[in-house]
C-alpha cells in the first residue's frame, strides 16, 4: 500500500488549487509548452513516482495508470471556448438496464412487510370480492345484460376442515383472461385502481368512488396461509371461463381454460386456497365465521357461509321388552306412543353480516333505539350507553363516526388508563381495519369512550407505523376528541342530573387525569369537572357554580386537599374561610391536587391551597398587624430558635381563629397530602424524596390563650423548661392537625401522656392517708365500749 505524507498532500492540494488550474487561454500552439507547462509536468512526473515507488522518469504521465487527471489531481476546468478543441470525444452513451428480482422472493417480502397478521388474508379477499360486485352494479346501471345469468350479488365462503381447504365465490365481474394476467400476474397493479382512473376520466360518470382494493397487492395476501391458490373466473364478456393457478415459492403461474362442466360459474370469481400445514386451523367454519364478522361485518353485500345447523325433533321411542308385559286389564285403552327430543343436524348457507353500518346513514333518519341496538351488538354490551354522537366530517379529511359513553366502566373504578381496551373501531371503507390503537385515535385518558370511525382516506393496509406519522390521522384525532367532549357536555347539561352522576362516578378520573396530559383541552375539560366542597359536602359542584357563589371580593379559587371530608372540614385551615363565608372545594381524591395544579386557574380565577404560605383573604390590616407583630415578633423568634431546621420561620397567622397553630407548606413545595401520597409511593424509600419536601411554616394564633400563655412565659424566663416543652408538644400537635406525619410518633405519645399526667393528677382520686394517721383510724375501730344499764327509781310512788 502506498502511505502519503500530509506535507506532500498538503503540497499537491496547493498545487492543484493554484499551479493546475488550465487558464481559458493556456495555448494556442502545443509545439511550444510555457513556464505553467514545464511546472506542471514537473509536479505531474513526481506524483507518479510516488504512486510507482519512485521508478517513474520526468516524461512519465498519469494516462499510463489510466487515471483522469481532472478527477484524481483536482483540476478545475473553466468554460471557456478556447477550452476545447478538435481532438476531444464526446462520453460513449449511458446504457440502460431493468432491475431484475427473484419474483417469489420479492412477493413474501411485499406480503409479509405489508401484512403482520395472518388471519387478515380473508379480509383482504372478501374486500376484492366486494370491488368485484360493485364494479357489476355499476356497469349494469347502462348494460343491463352483464347480470342477466346471476342476478343476485353475494359472497360465498366454504370452509373444508378436513381437507385444509376455503373456497370463496362472488359474483361480481369476473375476469377475461388478458385481465387475469395483467392483473394477478404483475404484483402492485390493481385493477380497481384502473377502473377508478377510467371513471375519472369518464364525463358522464357519477364517481363511485366506495371501492375498497386500490393497491394491487390484497389478493397476494392469500399467500401468508396457502402454499397453492387456484383462481376460477368466468367475465360476461368472454364466453370462456379460466383458471389461474399459482404456488407460494414459485417465479411462474399458468392460466388455461377450464372445460369442467362441473367447475362452471356463471359468472365472477372463485378463489380455491389449499392452506399450509400450519395454517390449516383456519379452515375450521367457526372461525370463518368469526373474522367475518370481526373484518366484513360492514360490507355492503351479503356474505354466506357454510354452517352446521340443527333443529328439534321428536322421534318415536321403542318399547323395552321387560317393560311391555302388563296386564289385560289396560287392553281397552289406548296406548300413547313414546317420543324423544332428538337434534337433527344438516350444512347450509348463512348470512354472516346481518349488521347493517348505520354511520353510513342520515343522522336524522336514525332513531335512539337503533343507536342502542347497535351499541349492544358491535360491543358486545347489556346496558344502553348514556349518549351517542353520530357525525359526518367533510373536507381535507372525510370520514364517518358513531361515538358512544357505556353506562359503566368495564375495567372498574380505580383502573383510570387501560392500555389494552379495544373500544375504537377503525374501518376504512367498511372494512375493519384495527382496534389496538394506543393514544393514536384518543388520548389515553379518553380510553372509555366507544365507537366506530370510518375512512375513505386511509389505506386499506394501514399498520401501526402509518398511523402514528399520518397527518390524517392528527386531524381525525383532533375531531373526535372534540366531539366526544361535546357528547360529555351534553350528558352534564341534561336534565337528568343522575346520569352525569353515574358518567362521573366511572369516569371522572378520566378527565382529571386529562388534566395533567392535555393542555391544549383545559377549556374542555375544566367545565366537566365536579368536587365536594365547603358548602356542599354531599353533592358534588361544578367549578361554574363555584365562581356563581363567589363573594364580590373573593379573588381566588379556594381548595384545601385531604384523605377525606371529615378531615378536609376539620382542618384548622379552614377557620377563619368558613367565618368569612368563603366557600373551598374538598379535593379528596388523589389525582385532584394534581389535575387542579395542572390548571393553574379557571375563568381568571386563580386556584389557592389554603394549606400554603402567603394566604391572602383580602381584610389586610396593616396598623393592626403592626401591633401584633411587635408584641409577638420575639416570641417567634424565641419558637423558632427552639424549633431550629424543623420549620423554615415562625409568623402570625392569619387563618386561625379557635386553633392556637398551625403548620403550613412552603409557596411551591409539596402540601402535606401531596407529601403523603409520594411517600405512600416510594416503596418503602424516603430518601430521594428528602430533596422535593417544601419548606414549613410554623403559624400562631395571637389571639389564642396557649399563644398568650407561651409570650408570657418568654416575657419572664425564656429558659423554662416546661415552656420548652410546651413549644415542643404544641409542634407536634400542628404536625398532627396539619395533615403530616410526626417522625416519631412514639415519642409524641410519650409527650401526651406526661402532660395528660399533670393535667388529671389528684383530679378524680381521693388525696393518700399517711400510714400514722391510717394507724390511728384502724385502733379506734377496734375499741369497745361498755353501757350501764340504769333502772328506774320510784318517788312517791311513781317512777
Given at each position: 500500500?502506498i502511505?502519503?505524507?500530509k ?9 492543484g488549487?493554484?499551479?493546475f488550474?488550465?487558464?481559458a487561454a493556456?495555448s ?6 510555457s ?5 506542471r509536468?514537473e ?8 504512486l ?7 516524461s ?14 483536482g ?6 471556448a478556447?477550452?476545447?478543441d478538435?481532438s ?5 452513451p ?7 428480482a ?13 401484512y ?6 380473508l ?12 364494479k ?6 347502462t348494460?343491463?345484460?352483464?347480470s342477466?345469468d ?8 366454504y ?5 385444509g381447504?376455503?373456497t ?9 383472461r388478458q ?12 385493477g ?11 364525463k358522464?360518470a ?5 371501492l ?15 402454499d ?5 373466473t ?20 399458468t392460466?388455461q381454460?377450464?372445460t ?14 389449499h392452506l399450509k400445514?400450519e395454517?390449516?386451523?383456519?379452515a375450521?367454519?367457526?372461525?370463518i365465521?368469526k ?7 360492514f360490507?355492503?353485500f351479503p356474505?354466506?357461509t357454510?354452517?352446521?345447523?340443527g333443529?328439534t ?5 321403542e318399547?323395552d321388552?321387560?317393560?311391555t308385559?302388563?296386564?289385560d ?7 300413547k306412543k ?5 337434534v337433527?343436524?344438516?350444512?347450509d348457507?348463512?348470512?354472516t353480516?346481518e349488521?347493517?353500518?348505520?354511520w353510513?346513514?342520515n343522522p ?5 333505539e ?11 354490551e347489556y346496558l344502553?350507553?348514556l349518549a351517542?354522537s ?7 379529511v ?8 357505556p ?7 380505580d383502573?383510570?388508563?387501560n392500555?389494552?381496551t379495544?373500544?375504537?373501531?377503525l374501518y376504512?371503507?367498511?372494512v ?9 385515535l384518543?388520548p389515553r385518558?379518553?380510553s372509555f369512550?366507544k365507537g366506530?370511525?370510518d375512512s ?19 386531524i ?7 366531539k ?5 357536555l ?7 342530573r343522575e346520569?352525569y ?7 371522572g378520573?378520566?378527565?382529571?387525569l386529562?388534566?395533567?396530559e392535555?393542555r391544549e ?6 367545565p366537566l369537572?365536579r ?6 359536602e354531599n ?9 356563581e357563589?363567589m363573594?364580590p371580593?373573593?379573588k381566588?379559587?379556594?381548595?384545601i386537599?385531604?384523605?377525606s371530608?371529615?378531615s378536609?372540614?376539620?382542618?384548622p385551615?379552614?377557620?377563619?374561610m368558613?367565618?368569612k363565608?368563603?366557600e ?5 381524591e ?8 395542572s390548571?393553574?386557574a379557571?375563568?381568571?380565577k386563580d386556584f389557592?391551597?389554603?394549606s400554603k404560605?402567603?394566604?391572602d383573604?383580602?381584610?389586610k390590616?396593616e ?5 401584633v407583630?411587635?408584641e409577638f415578633?420575639?416570641t417567634?423568634?424565641w419558637?423558632k430558635?427552639?424549633?431550629?431546621d424543623?420549620?423554615a420561620?415562625?409568623?402570625i ?8 397553630c ?10 402535606a397530602n401531596?407529601?403523603?401520597?409520594m ?25 389564642h390563650?396557649?399563644i398568650?400563655?407561651?409570650?408570657a412565659?418568654?416575657n419572664s424566663?425564656?429558659n423554662?423548661?416546661d415552656a ?5 408538644l404544641?409542634?407536634?400537635?400542628a404536625?398532627?392537625s396539619?395533615?403530616?406525619?410526626p417522625e ?5 405519645g410519650g409527650k401526651?401522656?406526661?402532660m395528660m399526667?399533670?393535667?388529671?393528677s389528684?383530679?378524680?382520686?381521693r388525696p393518700?392517708v399517711q400510714?400514722?394517721?391510717q ?8 375499741e369497745t365500749?361498755?353501757a350501764?344499764?340504769?333502772?328506774p327509781?320510784e318517788v312517791?310512788?311513781?317512777?
Open positions: 500500500m502511505r502519503l505524507s506535507r506532500s498532500v498538503s503540497t499537491f492540494l496547493r498545487s488549487n493554484g499551479s488550474r488550465v487558464a493556456a494556442t500552439s502545443r509545439s511550444s509548452p513556464a505553467t507547462d514545464v511546472k509536468s509536479t505531474e512526473s513526481r506524483w507518479y513516482s510516488s510507482t515507488n519512485g521508478q517513474s522518469t520526468k512519465g504521465s498519469l494516462a499510463q495508470l489510466n487515471m483522469k487527471t481532472n478527477w484524481f489531481m483540476y478545475r476546468n473553466e468554460s471557456s478556447a477550452a476545447s478538435s476531444s470525444q464526446a462520453p460513449p449511458a446504457e440502460k438496464f431493468e432491475y431484475q427473484e419474483v417469489s422472493r420479492l412477493m413474501d417480502l411485499i406480503v409479509n412487510s405489508l403482520s397478521n395472518k388471519e387478515v388474508f379480509r383482504e379477499l372478501i374486500s376484492n370480492a366486494s370491488d368485484a360486485l360493485d357489476l352494479r355499476y356497469l349494469s346501471v348494460n343491463p345484460e352483464l342477466k346471476a342476478p343476485n350479488l353475494d359472497i360465498r365462503i370452509a373444508d376442515k378436513e381437507n381447504i376455503i370463496l365465490t362472488d359474483s361480481g365481474i369476473g375476469m377475461t385481465e387475469l394476467v395483467d392483473c394477478l400476474g404483475t404484483i402492485a397493479q390493481s380497481t385502481a384502473k377502473f377508478m382512473k377510467a371513471l375519472k376520466d369518464s358522464d357519477g364517481g363511485d368512488n366506495n375498497i382494493g386500490q393497491f394491487g397487492v390484497g389478493f397476494y395476501s392469500a399467500f401468508l396461509v396457502a397453492r391458490v387456484i383462481v376460477s368466468k367475465s360476461p364478456k368472454s364466453d370462456k371461463q379460466y383458471v389461474w393457478e399459482g404456488e407460494a415459492n414459485s417465479s411462474s403461474f392460466i381454460e377450464d369442467d362442466p362441473q367447475s362452471l360459474i356463471p359468472r365472477g370469481t372463485r378463489i380455491t386456497l400445514q395454517a390449516k386451523n383456519f375450521d367454519p367457526e372461525r365465521q373474522l367475518v364478522k370481526n373484518y366484513s361485518q360490507v355492503s356474505i354466506y357454510w354452517q352446521e345447523k333443529y325433533k321428536e322421534v318415536e321411542v318399547d321388552p321387560t317393560e308385559k302388563k296386564d286389564q289396560d287392553d281397552q285403552t289406548e296406548k313414546k317420543t324423544k327430543k332428538v337433527e343436524r344438516y350444512w348457507w348463512e348470512l353480516n349488521t347493517q353500518p348505520i353510513l346513514r336524522k333518519e336514525v332513531t335512539k337503533e343507536y342502542n341496538e347497535f351499541y349492544r351488538k358491535a360491543f358486545n344502553d350507553p351517542s353520530h357525525f359526518t366530517t367533510e373536507g381535507e372525510e370520514f364517518r363516526s358513531i361515538l358512544y359513553v353506562p359503566v366502566s368495564p375495567t372498574g373504578k383502573d383510570i388508563v392500555q389494552k379495544k373500544n375504537i373501531r376504512v371503507k367498511r375493519f381495519i384495527s382496534d389496538d390503537f394506543d393514544g393514536e384518543f385518558y379518553l369512550v366506530v370511525v375513505h382516506d386511509l389505506p386499506l393496509n394501514v399498520s401501526r407505523e402509518i398511523l402514528q406519522e399520518s397527518r390524517i390521522v392528527r381525525m384525532k383532533k375531531r373526535l376528541v372534540r366526544a367532549f361535546d357528547m360529555i351534553g350528558i352534564s347539561l341534561s336534565e337528568n346520569d352522576e353515574t358518567f362521573w362516578e366511572n369516569f378520573k378520566h378527565l382529571k386529562g388534566c395533567i392535555d383541552n383545559h377549556k374542555r375539560i375544566a369537572l368536587f365536594f366542597s365547603s358548602q356542599s353533592d358534588m359542584i361544578s367549578l361554574d357554580e363555584y365562581v357563589n363573594k371580593e373573593q381566588a379559587i379556594y381548595f386537599a385531604s384523605d371530608i371529615t378536609a372540614k376539620n382542618a385551615f379552614l377557620e377563619k368558613l367565618e363565608g368563603l373551598v372545594l374538598y379535593l379528596v388523589p389525582i385532584d391536587e394534581v389535575a387542579i395544579q390548571l393553574k379557571y375563568k381568571d389557592v391551597d389554603i404560605e402567603d394566604l383573604l383580602g381584610d390590616n396598623e393592626k398587624e403592626a401591633a407583630k411587635k415578633g420575639q417567634c423568634d419558637i430558635k427552639r424549633l431550629g424543623k420549620v420561620s415562625v409568623q397567622s392569619n387563618r386561625l381563629s379557635s386553633s392556637p398551625v403548620l403550613v407548606s412552603g409557596k411551591f413545595g409539596w402540601s401531596m407529601e403523603r401520597l411517600k405512600a409511593q416510594s416503596a418503602g424509600d424516603t430518601t430521594s424524596l428528602e430533596f422535593m419536601k417544601g419548606r414549613r411554616v410554623f403559624e400562631i394564633n395571637p389571639d390563650s396557649i398568650k400563655n407561651i409570650n412565659a418568654y424566663n425564656p423554662d423548661e420548652m416543652r410546651a413549644i415542643d404544641m409542634y407536634d400537635a404536625l398532627v396539619s395533615g403530616f406525619t416519631n410518633p412514639a415519642e409524641l401526651i401522656y406526661e399526667g399533670i393535667a388529671l389528684a383530679k378524680w382520686s393518700e400510714p400514722q394517721q394507724q390511728m383510724a384502724h385502733s379506734h375501730d377496734a365500749f361498755e350501764e344499764v340504769v333502772e327509781v312517791d310512788g311513781k317512777k
